[in-house]
């Protein structure tokens, strides 16, 4: 059964920086390409970060670049997503999401709430 569970939201100030982590169970979750995406109220949700299984690719959405970085530890079947810089338009909910390259089925976390004041 997997099972992803973000943490690490919360409320920050513009300019400061919040690290999320999503720890994964269940098997063969180190051998897929992760993301992080979000959503904000009244908006679809958005593609913000991806990493391949060895971390040896990542990409950002324009948005994010140079301010967020995204990271893995297989070992600990986590990832993260390490945000500075935050903005007021990047207040959503940021979920954690991968698509097994076994089954093509998708997964998502629950969620955790980011809330950037100005």
């Known amino acids: 059964q997997v099972q992803l569970v973000e943490s690490g939201g919360g409320l920050v100030q513009a300019g400061g920086s919040l690290r999320l982590s999503c720890a994964a169970s269940?098997?063969?979750?180190?051998?897929?390409?992760m993301d992080w995406y979000r959503q904000a109220r009244g908006k679809q949700r958005e593609l913000v970060a991806t990493?391949?299984?060895?971390?040896?690719?990542?990409n950002y959405a324009d948005s994010v670049k140079d301010r967020f970085t995204i990271s893995r530890d297989n070992a600990k079947n986590t990832v993260y997503l390490q945000m500075n810089s935050l903005k007021s338009e990047d207040t959503a909910v940021y979920y954690c999401?991968?698509?097994?390259?076994?089954?093509?089925?998708?997964?998502w976390g629950q969620g955790t709430q980011v809330t950037v004041s100005s």
């Open positions: 999401h991968f698509k097994s390259r076994f089954t093509l089925r998708d997964f």
């Open positions: 269940g098997s063969h979750v180190s051998a897929n390409t």
């Open positions: 990493i391949r299984s060895d971390s040896s690719i990542t």
